[in-house]
């Protein structure tokens, strides 16, 4: 570890869009749309599961 260039620090890597965090959403809505988001994909793997289901009973 004693090369040069062997530091880890990676506070160069930032995500521009969390740098106007004053205007984020409030926390329920954030977490709103987060379960919302949740249940798409749940419904999405319920839909996948059941085609699968019916291929396998072919």
Known sequence: M???KANLDIFW???ESLED???L?????????I???LQAALEQFA???EDLGEQ???
């Open 2 to 4: 004693a090369r040069d």
């Open 13 to 15: 890597l930032r995500d």
């Open 21 to 23: 965090s004053a205007n």
């Open 25 to 33: 959403p409030e926390p329920g809505i954030l977490a709103a749309e």
């Open 35 to 37: 379960v919302e988001d």
């Open 47 to 49: 839909a996948i599961e």
């Open 56 to 58: 396998v009973g072919q």
